[in-house]
């Protein structure tokens, strides 16, 4: 196998056309498509998906876009923690902030926008899991441990506000495609164990008949955190059966998962110093559980028209419990307080599509006309409960919990889809597609005192894409699109929407002034192509911009509001190159990500008191002014060499730029440092389906933070609380040391 790269282990024993073209899916989907890819001899024409369903695949010369892909096979060979992770040391402007120092619970960024399992940041990714957006009705946020790693196929990360992905893709959209038992037959197993207590288990199975196939997947893992008071456990299982026979198909999957996540966050600089694996305050728990099924058809009825539907529902209980510092302002101190959240969310939907390939007017066009519906319902409900500090600014609870909040949001996104790719001849494609969206969002107080927070809004917009590619040579193509965009405030962003009463995340509900849609416009232009010697490469720019965008300003350690910013943007630059050879595959990429606000205005200043003159309760913000959290430099490079067949060797290397802490949207103070790690893997395969395998991450022990933020500190030096307002201090996230893993890996043969 060839970790890092696409490996001839998890192809072992397919059939050399099927290999062959697994090979070809990865290899050819442009930069990092490529980046933990090796080439093939000869690179002919595959295709993508170009729509949340499959059925309109595209050629990938008439794709007007640097669309990265990869495999399953990839993942699973890098023994990546999760899918963030995967993403983030492997495709081009990915970055990712460890706000809950959780490896499950991590802000992804690319190209500056945002998917994240927390409440408060701008939301601009939508992800699809088997065409089913899973952008969470209530917050729109990701959570990255419900998405099981060994059930994936695929990862297609598409740029741009591609309309026909829907509400949510401002800059860019995620589809992940599960496995099957007909794609991949077999029995597989692997158990590894490593630093800070990580165990981990994996089991995977599947097979077919003529007419029917089945594939499930379990995973456990577990761990006691490099951080103080840090355990998580993950436990997911997917299965999915299907019937093939003629033109039909049909597929029935379920996922469910059940996980305890504790992220204890960012520490002030100076308790950092005195012990990294300090935590501010705890405890700080997360619990997802969820219930996910999908049932997919398609038919196909000759002469290039097919029609594809799914429907699905999905249910997500979370349940949260932190302890906080809270400061009173009658008494004069901090006090310590517990807050326990429970939300319950349940989305059904379904999307229909019909697609065509042929000939029309002289000219091939490969159409797809979709229709979807997603309806949810959420209920929300905090309580709180007085308590006290221990000696290590843990919380012990006193009395009962008391309720707070009790809400329930519903929302309606009705949308009408359609894409055409048009071929001028071989070297010419013309690429149209626009979406109608309509989204109708409704809150309602359940308690009965807040009448005013029942309210209901309705939003609606037809968003265009074009794009153009031209072939200047068999081995160069040249390409630009433009594309807009569409994403509607949550419930909980249209009910904290005041710095008059700011909100307690994950959300304590008020009546607040209603919020206007974010609307993208996006262009995009590059270049791609081969040189000899097995060489690919890329270059490609992009420039979106956001119309009243929804940011989150947080005030003090728990509590904030969203507000509308007139104008926001990012744009850069991506650059990757890739070779294979007999020996040594490697790849290196550039990605220069520029966000910035766009007008001059005023933002709430998170540490603003009325206690301390010295902050003033506004940031002014001038147009040009960097948005926080996100490297502007990113670099990855990859290597890997084979020693044998039977042995390899790979190391990457991640480099981060400096970035600007939050709550310092005016750029007025030092940035946070960038920083650059390693990591190294090996595997060995021998007897017949038995690997050994070893990694090590960060292997030179850096000390670096991931994400900074100013915010007071609620205790003195000795870890007491303060009875008088906290000074203001950066607040850090600190990335894990030094850490080391290993394990086996058995499979049967396999088809």
Known sequence: MSPGFIGDFEMYGHSPGYRRLLALAAAVSLPAYAQQTPLPRDLPLIEIIGTPLPGASIPRDAVPANVQSVTGGELRSQRSTSVAD??????????????????????????????????????????????????????????????????????????????????????????????????????????????????????????????????????YYEEDGWRDHSPSEVKQLFGKAGWESGANSVNLSYTYADNTLTGNGLVPESLLEERREAVYSYPDETRPELHFAVLTGRHDFGRGLELTANVYRRELRVGTFNGDAEFDDDELEYEAENRRTRTRQTTNGGTLQLSYGGTLGGHEHRLALGVSRDKGEARFEQLEQEADFTPDRGTEGEGDFELDTHVEGRNTYDGVYLSDVVAFGDRTHLTMSGRYNRAKVSIEDLTGEEPDLNGRHSFSRFNPAAGLTFALSPAATIYGRYNEGFRVPTPVELTCASPEDPCALPVGFVADPPLDPVVARSWEAGARGDLAGNMRWNVTAYRTRLTDDILFTSVGASQGFFANVPSTRRQGVELGLVQRTEKLDWMMNYAYVDATFRTDTEIFNPVASELDGAQPETIQVQSGDRMPGLPDHLIKAAAEYRVTPSFQLGANILYASSQRYRGDEGNDFDELGGYAVVGVRAAYQFLNGMQLYAKADNVFDREYNTLGAFNRNAFDDDSEPREELGPVQRFVSPAAPRSFWVGVQYSLARR
């Open 86 to 219: 995967f993403l983030n040391r492997n495709l081009a402007s990915v970055s990712v902030n460890e706000a809950q120092s959780n490896p499950f619970q991590p802000d992804v960024s690319f190209r500056g926008f945002t998917a994240t399992p927390l409440l408060g940041n701008p939301i601009g990714i939508s992800v699809f899991v088997d065409g089913v957006r899973v952008n969470e009705s209530f917050g729109d946020t990701v959570f990255w441990d419900l998405i099981p790693t060994a059930a994936i196929t695929t990862i297609d990360l598409l740029p741009g506000a591609d309309p026909v992905f829907g509400l949510n893709t401002l800059g860019g959209a995620l589809s992940v495609r599960t496995r099957s038992g007909r794609e991949d037959p077999g029995l597989t197993a692997d158990l590894s164990t490593g630093s800070f207590g990580r165990r981990s288990a994996q089991v995977t199975a599947g097979g077919a008949t003529e007419v029917l196939d089945g594939f499930l997947a379990a995973q």
